[in-house]
């Protein structure tokens, strides 16, 4: 897991270089994304490597058509993505945890395009 320091700052719990608490941060930061964005992974995906700003207004100004206004960097990084959990036998069906007293459980399902 990588995190920029303005990143870390805001989801980082302990030392940057350690695995475990970047993986926590990880695992928080990519359930807040998918919350944010409807359990959409590719919008989720999209936020992390562009930013959460820079795809909110791409989404304001482009709506459905967002993904191909997006940088070339950020398609890239959708498509490896992607593809890396269809082989590792993932449907990109997200199931969320929210560890709340309630146990909340949310079901998110991306349509890969």
Known sequence: MQFMPDTWKDWGRGDINSLKDSQDAARRY???????YGGDVRKALAAYNWGMGNLDKDIAKNG???ESHAPR???DYIAKIT?????KGQNLNIN?????PARVATSMNAAQH
């Open 96 to 100: 969320i945890t929210n560890s709340t």
């Open 73 to 75: 960097e950020t398609q």
């Open 83 to 87: 593809q890396l959990m269809l082989r």
């Open 64 to 66: 459905a058509n967002w």
């Open 30 to 36: 990519d359930s807040f994304l998918l919350n944010r």
